[in-house]
């Protein structure tokens, strides 16, 4: 009897150990993942998918993954992200977070279900590209259809990922070409969690957001994912794309108190002996131009693996990329992200308005550099100096600078080369709980508001669902609902749908969709502050330029 009820233990153990536990066999070897505590999903953290050259090499592209001949324990959240500044006012971000140069690793979210081929998401993670990790945000809600998985990962950023010098030890787009690595190995492993490598949608938030428009214009990850979801950022962005990445490299040296910056080989040498920690303390978030100073950028054409060697604008125009279906928007208020500035940068706006002019545009003269801020300042300001009066103004301002005019560009010229199936939003929907805008009685939809309906909670630290209001639970099933439409038909209103008729854009950027409380099919998206910036960027647009080409090396006496 004893060893009957001896076998009988053995036997529930072993069930109960093969619920919790899940192994999956991958290129490099057998992963163990683990039973999520509260959600039907099944867990892989800190899968390494490349290799982050170090030390010297440091700018380099990823190498290949590391392989194992035991299981790997992916039971864990190891909290690893790629080097980048302290934010100590980011009080909220995890304090166990671990930073290393070798830190290219993915997360991959499974449904508890016995279906194969599932539809993957890739979700790109935010931050400026100069901050962040894949695990910011937690998608378990937004994966109870139990037919979708999802893969977070981290990419190098700031000037780890994105110097951009031309050479051979540091030729440009190190982030960048990170993100294609990683799907790539989706591509190679994902059937294995049983996706559908032919399934794939990519999407990221605010830089995330921007990479992703990128990733669709490159010919390196051409191939690699099926419909692109960016939420609010774009590739035409000033941020997304630097205007002259060796003065830009020259610039942070200097400021680094290195001066030899003339000599492209000792400023790469500079680059490559400086410690990765003292290279990434500075955040970049004051700057009045609106960019951060290193991120991706056009590429000397070496014929060697570069991500990006023409500019995004020129691929635009000659409409010369795959076309994908695209759920393309913003939230209303997007300049929000800048208010922390505003009592300090009201009057360097009234003092020198050209001062926060975006380096995406030229000018013949000073002169006419200061009319045109003069015009710019006008439109959103009158002839009213900046202050609390019009801070709506100054939000209107950044929302259309850093965010909501270059991807109303780009929805233009996809338009105009070919692409049918681009479905624009503005998200508007504000919660009760939400700040007053300062200055104001209203509030607004921050930067990145649609991603927060979507994720798990509502912010980095706030996961729960329990204690969210009706409306904003009302609004994330909403959300859900498209974004998961899309995933899985290329349409965020598919036919038989009871949500209401969502065409695709036209070249003039109507009909959009208001996503609110109730759904609203509207017409032309900011027209007349879309209309105001064509005639700026149309006669005033600076485009970004590669780094040239360095003279020969010089040898070195034995």
Not at 86 to 95: A, G, R, S, Y
Not at 142 to 165: A, P, Q, S, W
Not at 234 to 260: C, H, M, S, W
Request: charged share 25%.
């Amino acid at each position: 009897m004893a060893w009957r009820t001896c076998v009988v233990l053995l036997c529930v153990t072993a069930v109960l150990a093969d619920g919790e536990w899940r192994e999956v066999k991958t290129a490099q070897g057998t992963v163990r993942g683990r039973k999520h505590p509260t959600a039907d999903i099944y867990t892989f953290f800190s899968i390494p998918y490349a290799t982050a050259p170090v030390g010297v090499d440091k700018f380099k592209a990823p190498l290949p993954p590391p392989v194992w001949l035991e299981t790997y324990d992916a039971t864990i959240d190891k909290e690893i992200t790629c080097p980048q500044p302290n934010f100590p006012d980011l009080d909220t971000w995890p304090k166990t977070l671990s930073r290393q140069e070798n830190c290219l690793i993915a997360n991959v979210y499974v449904p508890n279900t016995k279906e194969k081929n599932l539809s993957v998401v890739v979700y790109v993670h935010g931050g400026a590209f100069i901050l962040g990790y894949g695990e910011m945000f937690k998608y378990t809600k937004f994966m109870e259809t139990k037919d979708i998985i999802i893969v977070t990962f981290n990419y190098r950023l700031g000037v780890h990922g994105f110097l951009c010098l031309g050479t051979e030890d540091a030729p440009g787009n190190a982030g960048m070409k990170d993100q294609v690595a990683l799907l790539r190995w989706v591509q190679k492993n994902i059937a294995s969690f049983g996706g559908n490598p032919n399934d794939v949608t990519l999407a990221g938030f605010s830089a995330g957001s921007a990479s992703v428009d990128l990733l669709m214009l490159s010919k390196s990850a051409e191939g690699l994912f099926h419909r692109v979801l960016p939420e609010s950022g774009g590739n035409l962005a000033a941020f997304t794309i630097q205007r002259d990445p060796v003065e830009i490299a020259k610039t942070y040296a200097k400021k680094l108190n290195f001066t030899n910056v003339d000599d492209i080989y000792a400023l790469e040498q500079f680059y490559k002996t400086t410690p990765i920690k003292l290279l990434t303390s500075d955040t970049f978030l004051d700057r009045t131009d609106s960019t951060f100073m290193f991120s991706p950028c056009v590429e000397r054409d070496t014929g060697d693996g570069a991500f990006l060697t023409e500019s995004p604008l020129s691929i635009l125009k000659k409409g010369n990329y795959k076309k994908l279906p695209v759920l393309y928007g913003f939230a209303k208020m997007e300049g929000l992200l800048r208010m922390g500035f505003f009592d300090f940068w009201k009057h360097k706006m009234n003092e020198k308005f050209s001062d926060f002019l975006p380096p995406d545009l030229k000018f013949e003269s000073e002169d006419e550099r200061e009319e045109v801020a003069n015009k710019i300042k006008e439109f959103y300001f009158g002839d009213k100096p900046v202050d609390e009066e019009n801070v709506l103004g100054y939000v209107d301002f950044f929302s259309d600078v850093i965010i909501a005019y270059p991807m109303l560009w780009a929805t233009k010229l996809q338009v105009e080369a070919g692409n049918n199936e681009i479905y624009l939003y503005e998200y508007t929907f504000v919660d009760e709980d939400v700040h007053i805008v300062p200055h104001t009685n209203i509030r607004g939809a921050d930067h990145c508001a649609q991603t927060a309906a979507v994720i798990d909670g509502k912010n980095l630290t706030y996961f729960h669902e329990t204690d969210l209001t009706a409306q904003f639970k009302s609004m994330k099933k909403v959300v859900r609902e498209i974004w998961h439409n899309f995933i899985k038909t290329g349409k965020p209103v598919p036919e038989g749908s009871s949500l209401p008729a969502w065409p695709a854009v036209g070249a003039d950027r109507s009909p959009h969709m208001v996503l609110d409380e109730k759904l609203e099919l509207r017409g032309v998206l900011l027209e007349e502050r879309t209309r105001f910036w064509d005639d700026i960027f149309q006669k005033h647009y600076r485009d970004a330029v590669p780094p040239p080409k360095p003279p020969p090396k010089p040898r070195v006496e034995l």
